[in-house]
């Protein structure tokens, strides 16, 4: 069964499949989702399906920053991409702005931070028939100032909201997508599975290093439902290193299981793309002087379109097939010296993470932990839709 929220972007994804323009779709949208009652077995989806013959790459977050411009370079190089989004009218909005041709992409609703919405997106996935060669887990939450710093807010399902969202949300979605990304496999595709990672986790990096740094304990705080992993007090800027170090683990622990599942796992730190909404909660004074910062100062800066295009290198090149590595970037990543010496902006390397990113038996305990607080009894076996359904309607 759908969560209302889901079934509410339901009825505004099928509205916007017949929509002539954002403008007119958001009138429409309010018409259909005032008279439209969505059955519970309908997709939160819009437009076709991905066509067989094109790759198919999911994208969480594809309405803004990173996720928003890969979509733009992968479509660019023939791709079809599925956008997991949780404001359906926004993605709608962009896709316009950036000229995405109509059949290239499709909108699904996804709350990362709801673990029945990352459910309900995977069966409307299922019920369309959609391929899944490269699933990029992009989106993310980062509250580093304000309120919400100090005073930790919670998801329904009991998560702190920067780990439900970061981690915990991809965490299921992996699980889910597991079986397409396996029949993608078997079909020859390379699939791929590629974990938004950052410098702010690895405490080897100039970033990671500054207060509060990334710690995640012994898991205790995580397995128990403190506010942080390690049961210190709250602070929404760790939260958010946290997260990402858990989602640079997960991938050294699925790159440790499923090594030959034939996906390639990877992670990546883009660069600093100083102006994307991850700082949308930071203060004023430190979203004007960021970007100064990073441009003029350390060299990291990298645009929205730049950045993209890295991501989808990840994606798509042969030159990133190697399964179980964490990318970076000379001149404009975290290498200061190289950031004013290196000319070549666009090629990926093999990047060495923090000992904490490749402690082994942290990542084995982090999976362990996440599937029970995911509900997962075999990872990468979901209930098949059917199943599942029935199980709600019996309950
Ligand atoms: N910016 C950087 O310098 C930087 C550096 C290193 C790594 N990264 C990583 O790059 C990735 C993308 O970040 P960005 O800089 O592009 O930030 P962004 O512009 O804020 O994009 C984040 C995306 O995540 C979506 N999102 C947030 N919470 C969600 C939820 N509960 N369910 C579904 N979607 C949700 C947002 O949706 P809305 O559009 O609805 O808000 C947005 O589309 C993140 O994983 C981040 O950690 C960024």
């Given at each position: 069964?759908?969560?209302?929220?889901?079934?509410?972007?339901?009825?505004?994804?099928?509205?916007?499949?017949?929509?002539?323009?954002?403008?007119?779709?958001?009138?429409?949208?309010?018409?259909?989702?005032?008279?439209?009652?969505?059955?519970?077995?309908?997709?939160?989806?819009?437009?076709?399906?991905?066509?067989?013959?094109?790759?198919?790459?999911?994208?969480?977050?594809?309405?803004?920053?990173?996720?928003?411009?890969?979509?733009?370079?992968?479509?660019?190089?023939?791709?079809?991409?599925?956008?997991?989004?949780?404001?359906?009218?926004k993605m709608e909005?962009?896709?316009?702005?950036?000229?995405?041709?109509?059949?290239?992409?499709?909108?699904?609703?996804?709350?990362?931070?709801?673990?029945?919405?990352?459910?309900?997106?995977?069966?409307?996935?299922?019920?369309?028939?959609?391929?899944?060669?490269?699933?990029?887990?992009?989106?993310?939450?980062?509250?580093?100032?304000?309120?919400?710093?100090?005073?930790?807010?919670?998801?329904?399902?009991?998560?702190?909201?920067?780990?439900?969202?970061?981690?915990?949300?991809?965490?299921?979605?992996?699980?889910?997508?597991?079986?397409?990304?396996?029949?993608?496999?078997?079909?020859?595709?390379?699939?791929?599975?590629?974990?938004?990672?950052?410098?702010?986790?690895?405490?080897?990096?100039?970033?990671?290093?500054?207060?509060?740094?990334?710690?995640?304990?012994?898991?205790?705080?995580?397995?128990?439902?403190?506010?942080?992993?390690?049961?210190?007090?709250?602070d929404g800027a760790?939260?958010?290193?946290?997260?990402?170090?858990?989602?640079?683990?997960?991938?050294?622990?699925?790159?440790?299981?499923?090594?030959?599942?034939?996906?390639?796992?990877?992670?990546?730190?883009?660069?600093?793309?100083?102006?994307?909404?991850?700082?949308?909660?930071?203060?004023n004074v430190f979203?004007?002087?960021?970007?100064?910062?990073?441009?003029?100062?350390?060299?990291?800066?990298?645009?929205?379109?730049?950045?993209?295009?890295?991501?989808?290198?990840?994606?798509?090149?042969?030159?990133?097939?190697?399964?179980?590595?964490?990318?970076?970037?000379?001149?404009?990543?975290?290498?200061?010296?190289?950031?004013?010496?290196?000319?070549?902006?666009?090629?990926?390397?093999?990047?060495?993470?923090?000992?904490?990113?490749?402690?082994?038996?942290?990542?084995?305990?982090?999976?362990?932990?996440?599937?029970?607080?995911?509900?997962?009894?075999?990872?990468?076996?979901?209930?098949?839709?059917?199943?599942?359904?029935?199980?709600?309607?019996?309950?």
């Amino acid at each position: 069964m759908l969560a209302p929220s889901a079934k509410l972007y339901n009825a505004r994804a099928r509205a916007n499949v017949r929509a002539p323009s954002v403008r007119a779709a958001r009138r429409h949208v309010a018409a259909r989702a005032a008279v439209d009652t969505p059955s519970a077995t309908s997709p939160a989806t819009s437009s076709s399906s991905s066509p067989s013959s094109k790759r198919t790459v999911v994208i969480t977050g594809a309405s803004s920053g990173l996720g928003l411009n890969a979509a733009n370079s992968l479509i660019k190089n023939g791709w079809h991409v599925v956008c997991a989004v949780r404001d359906f009218a926004k993605m709608e909005m962009k896709a316009t702005q950036m000229n995405f041709p109509k059949d290239s992409f499709s909108v699904y609703h996804c709350d990362l931070a709801s673990q029945k919405s990352v459910r309900a997106f995977a069966e409307a996935l299922q019920v369309d028939g959609v391929n899944v060669d490269v699933l990029i887990c992009n989106a993310a939450l980062y509250l580093p100032s304000g309120r919400a710093r100090w005073h930790p807010q919670f998801t329904a399902d009991g998560f702190e909201l920067s780990m439900a969202s970061n981690h915990l949300g991809h965490f299921k979605l992996v699980h889910e997508l597991f079986p397409l990304l396996k029949a993608s496999a078997e079909a020859g595709r390379k699939p791929r599975c590629i974990i938004l990672g950052s410098v702010t986790g690895n405490t080897n990096t100039v970033a990671g290093q500054v207060p509060p740094k990334a710690n995640l304990g012994d898991l205790s705080g995580l397995a128990e439902g403190a506010p942080l992993a390690d049961k210190s007090l709250f602070d929404g800027a760790k939260a958010y290193k946290d997260s990402k170090l858990c989602n640079m683990l997960t991938m050294r622990e699925l790159e440790n299981r499923y090594n030959d599942s034939g996906i390639i796992f990877s992670s990546l730190y883009p660069g600093c793309i100083a102006e994307t909404g991850l700082f949308r909660n930071h203060t004023n004074v430190f979203r004007f002087l960021f970007p100064l910062l990073q441009k003029n100062l350390t060299k990291g800066y990298v645009s929205e379109e730049e950045a993209g295009e890295r991501l989808a290198t990840i994606a798509e090149s042969e030159d990133t097939a190697e399964s179980g590595q964490y990318w970076a970037w000379r001149g404009g990543g975290d290498d200061l010296v190289e950031n004013y010496n290196t000319k070549d902006r666009g090629t990926p390397i093999k990047n060495q993470p923090s000992t904490d990113v490749q402690d082994d038996a942290k990542a084995k305990k982090l999976f362990e932990i996440s599937m029970d607080l995911c509900n997962i009894s075999e990872f990468g076996a979901p209930a098949p839709v059917a199943a599942a359904k029935s199980k709600v309607s019996t309950a």
